[in-house]
DNA sequence: TTGAAAGCGCTACCAG
DNA sequence: CTGGTAGCGCTTTCAA
């Protein structure tokens, strides 16, 4: 591992000067283009990479961003693929992303150095999220901050999660449904879209002069769990559909449905508030509501780049599309339509 | 945003040089206990926290390792768990972890800075690894290379899927199969792991004079997909247990054999090699394998600390430990034994 | 046991 | 348009 090359290298290559190279390199237009082409050729042919650390020691800035995604969820594939389209969109702009686990720091001397932070579905009084915004660098989420912690947050970037709970909840009935249960996470995932979800369920039963019938339940249950606590709602009551906040129950609660008889799609219908992609989007008898996660990372990032852009001045707050798709109307076996 | 607090800051604090405090920082014992201990108070009191690239650029390590997960696999949560298996085991070590997504490059200039790399399931050609190997950084990888890039990892760590395969078969003979077929990946992620699986599976059934049944299909495939495969593999033939290599394949087929009239664990019996927490392993139907993902990331770090340590001088090659989950026989219906 | 000083690679400023 | 120089915060000699 030979020694790396610098700008001096390539200043002594050329018979340049330090300065010269290094504004020809970062290509702030002092150098004359003839001279920024050759330090540009140079720089190329003999493997000149910036040293970041070096960088950023002049500039003070680190040049990453801190992801941290909550213990409970880190199964779900909506955060494995928001994070991949916060890296992939980092990327683009320049920057590098440090993942952040649940420990993070007790060892660390060092605390992180980053110059900003995005955080999926912060729960309330996450220490992680503390810490972080400790560290004084802007903070973005994805999904609305709650509680003591919701000014801690520069930018905010969700899913309106009233208008698409609506939107599924409205599409049960067009298919026939008359009274839709609600399956949400329990107290372990207290998180401000859990509490969205359920206040938005709340609020159309009343509109709609509804009983809700409300289960909670782990974010990723057992079998057990979830058989029973399936099996509980359709036995305590006359629901006709199920509405999963929790991403892939109600792909799994399908087939214990089934074994109990219900025909999904027809006398009852099934929801997932958050689709997955394999199980549930793929499945035409599941109403199914598409988060596009991975391009709600990308947004993050770029909230981050126009805040930090700003000097951390502003302060944002978007929404990120959702998009609803619908189950296909089961064929009826009388006979068919088309 | 106030100035971060130096060793100069605190050096003029306690009236002492800079190199005093730092050597009292990092503690390699040249000054007296009693001045240490005041420094370590001081800091800690004035809130001091390294700067990492000063320390980097002085020491020419980036403190920071990348971690590169293919694209076809980043939904399967194995990944996730690995992922922040490593994340764990890095911070306690004092590393930070980069991820890379597939872009990772083009736009910049400055190349990943990392101390090390970190890959799961290498796939033979892919251009990123390729990437990742050139920098000159040890590589670790979560599973075997195989073809031409085989000879780029300084330490390879792999569970033996030769054995955990064989445990899976003969398991599934001891509860009562016969002929058991094998659904595996697809060319769209022929890693050495897809290898070594389907290679255990073909010899396994070249011990046992039974014919193979080999059906390939995506890693994420959509219910279609899945409910023709499996189809098509009962149709075909007379099997009567399936494993599914992919994580969650053997949990989502389940549902469809059912329809189909098999009795899981009675007469069928399922299998999965990569056993899903939240559908496989936690159904007593399905025999799985679990490979402790989490745990298998934190190995990974082991090993690139351990590589880091030697100065990169050592080649690494270790196991990792699985464990087989059998299912749990089904009651018979006939009576019970004990 | 401690201090002074050099220097890692880079950018920013000030002359020319 | 270009070169010289200072200095970001740290570790590491070398002297005292």
Chains 1, 2 share one sequence.
Not at 11 to 20: C, G, I
Not at 71 to 83: D, E, I, K, N, P
Request: charged share 20%.
């Amino acid at each position: 591992m030979t020694r790396a090359v610098t700008i001096v290298d390539i200043a002594r290559a050329l018979d340049l000067s330090k300065s010269t190279v290094s504004s020809a390199l970062t290509g702030q237009g002092r150098s004359s283009e003839a001279t920024r082409r050759r330090v540009v050729e140079a720089a190329a042919r003999m493997g000149y990479v910036t040293n970041r650390a070096a960088r950023q020691l002049r500039v003070q800035s680190t040049g990453a961003w801190g992801l941290y995604i909550p213990a409970q969820v880190r199964m779900q594939s909506f955060y494995m693929q928001f994070t991949f389209g916060v890296v992939d969109e980092a990327a683009a702009l320049g920057y590098d992303v440090t993942l952040f686990g649940r420990t993070s720091e007790p060892t660390q001397k060092m605390g992180p150095q980053i110059d900003g932070a995005i955080v999926a579905d912060p729960l309330p009084d996450d220490p992680v999220i503390e810490r972080l915004a400790r560290t004084g660098v802007p903070l973005v989420t994805g999904g609305p901050m709650r509680g003591s912690n919701s000014r801690l947050a520069d930018g905010v970037i969700e899913v309106d999660n009233y208008k698409m709970g609506r939107q599924v909840l409205d599409q049960l009935v067009r298919l026939g449904a008359r009274l839709p249960a609600l399956m949400a996470p329990d107290a372990m995932f207290d998180s401000p879209w859990a509490g969205d979800v359920r206040d938005t369920y709340l609020a159309w039963c009343e509109d709609h002069r509804i009983e809700p019938k409300l289960a909670t339940i782990a974010v990723s249950p057992t079998s057990q769990d979830l058989d029973s606590a399936v099996r509980r709602l359709i036995t305590d009551s006359s629901i006709d559909a199920l509405v999963c906040a929790p991403q892939g129950l109600a792909g799994r609660s399908q087939p214990i449905l089934e074994s109990l008889g219900y025909k999904i799609g027809k006398e009852f219908h099934l929801a997932a508030l958050v689709g997955d992609p394999a199980t549930e989007l793929m499945n035409e008898k599941i109403t199914a509501l598409d988060l596009t996660p991975f391009e709600f990372g990308r947004e993050a990032a770029r909230m981050m780049e126009e805040i930090l852009q700003s000097g951390a001045t502003i302060r944002l707050h978007k929404f990120h599309e959702a998009h609803l798709r619908p189950a296909v109307a089961a064929a009826d076996t009388s006979g068919t339509t088309m």
